[in-house]
C-alpha cells in the first residue's frame, strides 16, 4: 500500500483540460466492434468476485457507482472486500476515506485478507507488499473541498495509473445536506472524470432516515439531490439484516441491492453472510471465510485461493500488475 500524503501541492491538478470535438461517426468504429466482438486476449471489466455477482454486475471504466445505505449497515467493511477483489483482479485502486485512518482501513482489509481475526505478522508482510503496485489510500480524515479530492485524484491518475477510485463518502466532500446544487455539480464532475480518464469511481453516500432499519432502503430513498442517482451509472444499495442475526433464521445477514446498472442488464438483490471474525462477507451460510492468495502464487505458502475464485482461474485472476 502506498500513502498520498496530503502535503502535495495538488494546485496544478486542479482543472481538467477541455477538449471540445467533433468527428465523424465512423471514427468509432473500431471501439464500436470491439464492443460486439472483444479480443479474446481482451480482459472483460472487472467485478466483485463472488461467483453471484460476478457475471451480473461489472465495474467498467468511464463509471461512477454509487454505494449507499444507513448508517453503520456495512458500507465501507463491504466496499473494503470489493477493493480487495479489484486489487485481486490487478486493478490500480485508490481509496479516499475521510472517515477512517489509513490504518484502520489496512486492519480491515488485512483480516478480510487472512480470512480471520488476527492475521500473523507473516501474512500482513505479505499482504503489504502485495499491494503494493495495487493499493493507494488518500491520508486525509476529515471534512474536503469536492474539487479538492478532483485534484488528488486527477494526481493520481497521471502518476500512478490508478483505475479505481474508492470516494467515502459524498457528504464529507460537500458542505450542507441540502446543498443539492454542490451535491449536483460534484456528482457531474465525477462522472466528467470517470469519462475523460477511463476510470471507475466508486461513491459512497447515505440514505435519508426511514422509519426503520429494518426496512431495506431502495434507490428513492437515497439523501439529497435527486441528480445524484440520476447522474451515477450504477447504484447499489447496502443493508444489513439485523432481524436475520439475531434470530439466526439462515436469511442473509447482508443484502446487497444493485438499483441501477446502465450498461448491464442485471438489476437484483444479492444476499451475503457476514462473518465477524474475518469481516468477510460469505456467499452462502455454509462457507467458510478463506484466505486471498496473495504470495503471488495462488496457493502455495499456504495462502489458499479463496474458493470462490476457483471457477476463474481460467480468466487470469492473478493477472501480473503493470508497472
Ligand atoms: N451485515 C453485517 N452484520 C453484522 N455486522 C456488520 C455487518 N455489516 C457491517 N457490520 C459491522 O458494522 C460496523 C459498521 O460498518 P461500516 O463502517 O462498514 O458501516 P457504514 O455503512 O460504512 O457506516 P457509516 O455510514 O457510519 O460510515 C462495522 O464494525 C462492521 O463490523
Not at 449536483?184 to 466528467?192: G, H, R, S, T
Not at 450498461?263 to 471474525?277: A, P, R, T, Y
Not at 478463506?290 to 480468466?315: E, N
Request: aromatic share 10%; proline share 4%.
Amino acid at each position: 500500500m502506498q500513502l498520498i500524503p496530503d502535503t502535495i501541492d495538488f494546485s496544478e491538478y486542479m482543472v481538467e483540460a477541455e477538449h471540445h470535438e467533433v468527428k465523424p461517426a465512423s471514427h468509432w468504429l473500431e471501439d464500436t466492434i470491439a464492443s460486439f466482438h472483444a479480443p479474446a486476449t481482451e480482459a472483460p471489466a472487472p467485478t466483485m468476485l463472488w461467483q453471484k455477482a460476478r457475471d451480473r454486475v461489472r465495474f467498467r471504466p468511464g463509471e461512477v457507482s454509487l454505494w449507499a445505505g444507513i448508517n453503520g449497515h456495512g458500507k465501507s467493511m463491504f466496499l473494503s472486500q470489493v477493493v480487495l477483489d479489484l486489487c485481486y483482479q490487478a486493478q490500480r485502486t485508490m481509496v479516499a476515506s475521510f472517515e477512517m485512518k489509513p490504518v484502520s482501513q489496512m486492519q480491515r482489509m488485512s483480516r478480510q485478507a487472512a480470512g480471520s481475526r488476527l492475521p500473523s505478522v507473516d501474512f500482513l508482510e505479505t499482504f503489504g507488499s502485495w499491494t503494493d503496485g495495487r493499493l493507494w489510500i488518500y491520508d486525509h480524515v476529515g471534512s474536503v473541498e469536492w474539487r479538492k479530492v478532483i485534484a488528488v485524484m486527477r494526481y493520481a491518475a497521471v502518476n500512478f495509473g490508478i483505475g479505481h477510485f474508492v470516494i467515502d463518502s459524498l457528504m464529507k466532500c460537500v458542505k450542507g445536506e441540502d446543498d443539492y446544487n454542490a451535491q449536483k455539480d460534484f456528482v457531474n464532475e465525477l462522472c466528467a472524470f470517470a469519462q475523460a480518464h477511463n476510470v471507475h469511481i466508486h461513491l459512497v453516500h447515505h440514505v435519508r432516515k426511514g422509519e426503520s432499519e429494518h426496512k431495506a432502503p431502495g434507490k428513492f430513498d437515497v439523501k439529497g439531490a435527486g441528480a445524484i442517482t440520476d447522474q451515477v451509472d450504477n447504484v447499489f444499495i447496502v443493508w444489513r439484516n439485523k432481524i436475520a442475526a439475531q434470530e439466526n433464521n439462515g436469511d442473509p445477514t447482508c443484502v446487497v441491492a444493485c438499483e441501477k446498472q446502465r450498461n448491464g442488464e442485471f438489476e437484483g438483490k444479492l444476499g451475503f453472510w457476514f462473518d465477524i471474525e474475518s469481516q468477510q462477507y460469505l456467499e452462502t451460510i455454509a462457507e467458510m471465510p478463506s484466505k486471498y492468495g496473495v504470495d503471488g502464487t495462488g496457493g502455495k505458502k499456504g495462502y489458499a485461493m479463496p474458493v470462490r475464485f476457483f471457477a476463474r482461474q481460467a480468466l487470469d485472476m492473478k493477472a501480473e500488475v503493470p508497472a
